[in-house]
């Protein structure tokens, strides 16, 4: 098993930024890549290969990932941000998912 | 456009066993880098993978649960079948598909995800 740790909770401001953390063992050797899930519905792909967003996903999302540390970084948070975020990484063959993190933006 | 559709019963018994098909447009799984995987999400709680089939029927599932699933594909009717053994009121949650499309990096991405089904154990 291969355990992925993020924090059940981020608050922030409009237009502040936010980021969310997931961390695992070398999680830095690996690809990383982030879902949201707004309530009620299915999962986005938000980042992929630690860094890359699918078209359509705005700017504003950003990814990185060194060491045993995946970040996700919402600049300019909107009110329509607000939802779970899943961390999620590959390991022995096996697709792990972080615990996720619920948004608030206040 | 690439959509996926889960489709089985909403209601099962204890000890009964769950098959779940996963229905697809817009993708071919026969294509090289082209997989379907599985994962469910108990109310309230976390995203939990089960399983996956590659275009070239490779098959790989959850450590924990390997012993009660299994995983087959219909390339001709574009579906993908799970079936979950001995299932139990811990299995309660909404089952997704999700289409898993490997890179030229050699990353698998889940790309594109269905709307789920709830399924509830109960007698």
């Known amino acids: 098993s291969y355990d992925l740790t993020q924090p059940p909770s981020v608050s922030v401001s409009p237009g502040q930024t936010a980021s969310i953390t997931c961390s695992g063992d070398k999680l830095g050797d690996k690809y990383a890549c982030w879902y949201q899930q707004k309530s009620g519905q299915s999962p986005v792909l938000l980042i992929y290969q630690d860094t890359k967003r699918p078209s359509g996903i705005p700017e504003r999302f950003s990814g990185s990932n060194s060491g045993n540390t995946a970040t996700l970084t919402i600049s300019g948070t909107q009110a329509m941000d607000e939802a779970d975020y899943y961390c999620q990484a590959w390991d022995s063959r096996s697709a792990f998912f972080g615990g996720g993190t619920k948004l608030t933006v206040l | 456009q690439v959509t996926l559709r889960e489709s089985g019963p909403a209601l099962v018994k204890p000890t009964q066993t769950l098959t779940l098909t996963c229905t697809f447009s817009?993708?071919?799984?026969?294509?090289?880098?082209?997989?379907v995987s599985w994962i469910r999400q108990p109310p309230g709680k976390a995203l939990e993978w089960l399983a996956r089939i590659d275009w070239d029927d490779d098959k790989l599932y959850s450590t924990s649960l390997r012993t009660r699933l299994t995983i087959s594909k219909d390339t001709s009717k574009n579906q993908v079948v799970l079936t979950m053994t001995n299932m139990g009121p811990v299995d309660a949650a909404k089952y997704y598909c999700?289409?898993?499309?490997?890179?030229?990096?050699?990353?698998?991405?889940?790309?594109?995800w269905g709307q789920g089904t709830l399924v509830t154990v109960s007698s």
């Open positions: 999700a289409r898993i499309l490997k890179n030229d990096s050699g990353s698998y991405i889940f790309d594109y």
């Open positions: 817009g993708f071919s799984l026969s294509a090289s880098g082209m997989c």
